[in-house]
C-alpha cells in the first residue's frame, strides 16, 4: 500500500553493465540500431494531446552531427497560453488527490524506467547526449532514484504536524503553489531533465516543462515514461520553446515559481524579468535555480599521490568535462607535483574518445558546435598565452562529431581566465603552490572565482582537512574529502551550491520539495468560552 512508503535503496547501487557478447549489450545496441534508423517525430504534448506547430528544428547526435534522431516541433506564443490554460485548468483537480495517488503515479515511472523502458533510455541518453554506457546508467538510475526518494520525503513533509494543544486540534494543509511552474532544466543530465518539472509535480503542482532544446529528444522518452505511468492531462505539459517567446509564461500573472539548472548569465536574465514584473502576480514567484561552477581539487602535501591523480582524471574528464561538478581547476602542492603531473599526463593520454556505440571509450562528444566553439577558445587561449602549458591534450577535430581531447593544462597565473571562468568541457587547469603556504592557497582558491557549487580536499593530515573545510566554507555547496568533487547520490549527498552558483535549494532531499509547498496553518477549537472574561 502507498500509505507505507518506505525509505527505498538508492538504484545507484543497481548499475548495470555491457561486457561484449553479454545480453545487455546486444539489447542496447538493438535499442541503438532503431533509433539511427527510426528517426523521431517530436510533438509538444499540452492537456495529455499531441500537438504539432509550424517551427521545427533537428536534434543532432554530438559524436556524430549527420545523424538527425528527431525533428521536434517548438511551441509559440499561442501553444504557450495553451499550456498555462491547461496547468491551470488542471491545478485544482492535481492538488486535491490525495498524496499517495499522485507518488503512486511517480514510484509507477520509476519501475517502468528500471525495467521495461531501461534499455530504450540508456540508448537515447547515450545517442543524444554522447554519455558512454558507464554514465548513461548512472543518469538513468538518478532519476529513478529521483522519483523514489522524493516520493518517500513528501510523505515525510505531509506527515509533519504542528503540536498539540488541550481545547484545540492543529494541522498544517500542505498547500502547493497556486499557480503554474517553468521547469527548465540543462542539457548535461537526462535525470534533471526528469526531476525539474516532477518534483513540484509530486506535491501538487502543475508544470510546463521546457527542456534544454539540443536533449529534446531524450526528454521526451522521459514524457512518455510519465504518461504510461498514468499522469493526468495538464499536470506536465511538454512545451520546448524559443526564449524570445519567454514572456508569455514569466509575465502571466498565474506564474508561481521556477525550477531552474542552467548558465548563470541565463538564470540572471530569467530573474530580472521576474523581478520588473513583480507587481503582476498573484504570488510572490518561487526562484529555485542552479548554475554553473568552477570546481576544485585542492590537494595537501600529505595526500595520496596516485589516488589524487585518480580522482583528478576522473573528476575532470568524466562525460567530458560537461557536468556542473566537473573538476576544472587543481591546487598541488611543489613537492608532490611532478609525481603527480607524471600519472595524470599518462593517464589523461590513455583515455579512450570516440563514438559511444563503441562501449570501451571513455569519452565522447560535447553536445554541439557552440560548446564546441566555447571550449577550445579557451584552449586556443592556453596554447596563445605565456601563462599556460598544455601539458596533455589540447587537440580538436569537429569533421564528424564534436571531440576535445581531454586536456590539461598548468598555469603560473592563479587568478587568470582558466582558473576562474566555468569552462564546461574536457579542460583541467592546475596551479602549483609552494607547500608552506597552504592556508594563503586555500584563501585564493575561496576568493579568486564568483562560484560556490563543489569542492575537495585531498589529504591524510587531519588537521589540514579541518582547516581546508573551515577556511572553504561557502567555497563549496557540496564538499568532498578524500574524492573528486562530483558524483552525488540523491538522499546521501543533496545537491547545490551558492554565490554565482544558485540558489542553493538541494536537489534530491526534503529541502527542495518543500520550496514548492505554501502551507497552511488550521486550528479548530474544541470548546469556546462562553463570557468575555
Request: charge should be negative.
Amino acid at each position: 500500500m502507498i500509505w507505507n512508503i518506505e525509505k527505498p535503496d538508492n538504484n545507484m547501487d543497481k548499475i548495470l553493465s555491457y561486457e561484449k557478447g553479454s545480453e545487455n549489450q546486444k539489447k542496447l545496441e538493438q535499442e541503438i540500431k532503431k533509433i539511427k534508423k527510426e528517426p523521431l517525430e517530436i510533438p509538444l504534448i499540452i492537456n495529455g494531446e499531441e500537438v504539432l506547430t509550424d517551427n521545427v528544428m533537428e536534434i543532432r547526435c554530438p559524436h556524430d552531427h549527420n545523424l538527425v534522431l528527431a525533428k521536434a516541433h517548438l511551441a509559440g506564443e499561442e501553444e504557450l497560453k495553451q499550456a498555462i490554460k491547461a496547468a491551470l485548468n488542471a491545478h485544482n483537480q492535481w492538488a486535491d488527490v490525495n498524496w499517495y495517488h499522485r507518488l503512486g503515479i511517480f514510484k509507477n515511472a520509476a519501475t517502468i524506467l528500471e525495467g521495461p523502458k531501461r534499455f530504450r533510455n540508456i540508448a537515447a541518453i547515450m545517442m543524444n547526449q554522447s554519455k558512454n554506457t558507464h554514465e548513461a546508467e548512472i543518469d538513468l538510475a538518478e532519476l529513478v532514484d529521483f522519483w523514489n526518494f522524493n516520493a518517500y520525503f513528501t510523505k515525510q513533509i505531509y506527515e509533519g504536524q504542528p503540536n498539540q494543544y488541550p481545547g484545540e486540534m492543529n494541522r498544517l494543509d500542505w498547500r502547493p503553489l497556486e499557480g503554474f511552474v517553468l521547469a527548465v532544466p540543462p542539457f548535461n543530465f537526462y535525470s534533471i531533465g526528469g526531476n525539474l518539472p516532477t518534483a513540484p509535480a509530486m506535491v501538487g503542482n502543475t508544470t510546463l516543462w521546457k527542456p534544454a532544446r539540443s536533449v529534446t529528444f531524450a526528454n521526451y522518452e522521459i514524457m512518455k515514461v510519465l504518461q504510461q505511468a498514468g499522469l493526468p492531462k495538464g499536470v506536465i505539459n511538454f512545451v520546448p520553446f524559443s526564449s524570445k517567446h519567454a514572456d508569455v509564461v514569466l509575465k502571466h500573472p498565474s506564474f508561481a515559481g521556477l525550477h531552474f539548472t542552467g548558465s548563470y548569465q541565463t538564470l540572471t536574465t530569467i530573474w530580472k524579468t521576474i523581478g520588473e514584473n513583480i507587481t503582476k502576480y498573484r504570488n510572490f514567484p518561487r526562484i529555485i535555480g542552479e548554475t554553473g561552477g568552477k570546481d576544485f581539487i585542492f590537494m595537501h602535501h600529505t595526500a595520496d599521490v596516485e589516488k589524487t591523480a585518480d580522482r583528478i582524471i576522473h573528476g575532470a574528464f568524466g562525460y567530458q568535462g560537461q557536468k556542473c561538478s566537473a573538476a576544472s581547476r587543481a591546487y598541488i602542492p611543489q613537492s608532490k607535483w611532478e609525481q603527480v603531473k607524471n600519472i595524470i599526463v599518462e593517464k589523461a593520454n590513455e583515455l579512450t574518445q570516440g563514438s559511444v556505440e563503441k562501449f570501451d571509450n571513455f569519452l565522447g562528444a560535447v553536445i554541439d558546435e557552440e560548446a564546441f566553439t566555447k571550449i577550445t577558445g579557451y584552449i586556443d587561449e592556453a596554447k596563445e598565452s605565456k601563462e599556460y602549458t598544455i601539458l596533455s591534450g589540447g587537440e580538436y577535430d569537429k569533421s564528424k562529431g564534436w571531440f576535445i581531447e581531454p586536456t590539461i593544462v598548468q598555469t603560473t597565473n592563479p587568478t587568470g581566465k582558466l582558473m576562474t571562468e566555468e569552462i564546461f568541457g574536457p579542460v583541467i587547469t592546475i596551479y602549483v603552490y609552494s607547500d608552506d603556504q597552504f592556508e594563503e592557497t586555500l584563501k585564493l582558491c575561496d576568493e579568486s572565482t564568483p562560484y560556490g557549487l563543489t569542492g575537495s580536499i585531498m589529504a591524510q593530515d587531519r588537521y589540514a582537512i579541518v582547516k581546508a573545510e573551515n577556511m572553504l566554507r561557502y567555497t563549496a555547496g557540496n564538499f568532498y574529502i578524500n574524492d573528486k568533487p562530483t558524483g552525488a547520490v540523491v538522499s546521501r549527498q543533496p545537491f547545490g551550491g551558492a554565490r554565482n552558483s544558485g540558489t542553493n535549494d538541494k536537489a534530491g532531499s526534503y529541502i527542495n520539495l518543500l520550496r514548492w509547498l505554501s502551507p497552511r496553518n488550521i486550528k479548530e477549537t474544541q470548546v469556546l468560552p462562553t463570557d468575555w472574561d
